[in-house]
């Protein structure tokens, strides 16, 4: 399941939250490729890259494989918890 996120302002919660999901939760690179953020290295890859400013994120594109997990970052996301 494709779900779009905005305006990630603290990546260390956001990797907490995705730590926390129960299935695959992967970013959709713009080349379309897809990095698993439960892997630590991948993660520690694709974040350092896209957090290496300490810029707000403003719009990226994660698949999740299980529908439990959409309902979560969708909380995630707006409610800040």
Do not use: W
């Amino acid at each position: 399941m494709k779900m779009r996120m905005y305006h990630i302002e603290n990546p260390e919660k956001f990797l907490d939250i995705i730590k926390q999901c129960k299935g695959s939760v992967e970013l959709v690179s713009e080349q379309g490729d897809r990095l698993n953020l439960k892997s630590e290295l991948t993660k520690y890859i694709a974040i350092s890259k896209l957090f290496s400013d300490n810029t707000l994120i403003n719009d990226m594109e994660l698949v999740a494989s299980e529908p439990e997990d959409i309902k979560f970052l969708l909380q995630y996301m707006m409610e800040g918890k």
